[in-house]
């Protein structure tokens, strides 16, 4: 799936259905100005936070 930034968003949620996979932005639920389900991908978003990395996982 081509997400641009929401691929690697604190906020994005995974949400699968029968045929596809959505991209959720949970954002939605508090502020009215970022969209439920964006269309994608998202190459710019004021919300944009970096998700945390897997664990286990070496950062440098």
């Known amino acids: 799936m081509r997400t641009g930034?929401?691929?690697?968003?604190?906020?994005?949620r995974l949400v699968?259905?029968?045929r596809a996979t959505y991209s959720m932005c949970r954002l939605a639920a508090e502020?009215?100005?970022f969209p439920r389900y964006?269309?994608?991908?998202?190459?710019?978003c004021a919300?944009?936070?970096p998700a945390a990395p897997p664990?286990?996982?070496?950062?440098r």
């Open 47 to 49: 919300g944009y936070a």
């Open 38 to 44: 964006p269309p994608l991908p998202v190459m710019r």
């Open 55 to 59: 664990e286990g996982t070496r950062t």
């Open 16 to 18: 699968p259905a029968r």
């Open 5 to 12: 930034l929401c691929g690697t968003c604190a906020h994005q």
């Open 31 to 33: 502020d009215p100005r």
